[in-house]
């Protein structure tokens, strides 16, 4: 399938891309909880390993070669670690915005611990041989 990626990158305020390590067993994990909570499905998916991470995010904050953290791509702009994963919350309503609370934490803080989880992460729960793919019923959601 072709994706018009200056597209999805214009249309990025009403549907932020979630960028994440599609071999990761939290972070597709991550990915099934968001989908079945975001009931206005405004987030779209993509994998680090994808042709939509290499256009979107390109050079971006992290390599994609090492995908230590998961973007969020919102207003054509790149958010990671703790502040992408609050921003996520934050956008699925209620209960889950209250995870907003966090962001009054200093960055740094936030930042170590999520660097913590994403460091042991391969470790604690296990790593897929192939990337995510999604359901019929979630396909439009992705993008490859």
């Known amino acids: 399938m072709s994706y018009n990626y200056e597209e999805i990158a214009q249309n ?4 932020p891309v979630i960028f994440f390590d599609g071999y990761c067993n ?11 909570h975001d009931r206005k499905r405004k987030f779209r998916f993509a994998s ?4 939509a991470a290499k256009h979107l995010i390109g050079d971006g904050p992290i390599a ?12 054509q702009k790149q958010k990671t670690q ?3 994963a609050l921003r996520v919350l934050t956008g699925l309503g ?12 200093p960055r740094f803080i936030r930042n170590w611990a999520y660097r913590k989880i994403s460091k042991n992460r391969y470790a604690w729960f ?19």
């Open 126 to 144: 296990g790593k897929k041989e192939t990337c995510r793919l999604p359901t019929e019923e979630e396909r439009g959601l992705f993008y490859g």
């Open 94 to 105: 209620l209960p889950y915005c209250l995870a907003g609370i966090f962001f009054i934490v």
């Open 64 to 75: 994609l070669d090492d995908p230590s953290s998961f973007v969020l791509y919102i207003n």
């Open 48 to 51: 680090l390993q994808s042709e």
């Open 26 to 36: 939290l972070c597709n994990s991550s990915v099934d909880f968001i989908v079945r």
């Open 82 to 84: 703790s502040t992408a």
């Open 12 to 15: 990025s305020d009403k549907h």
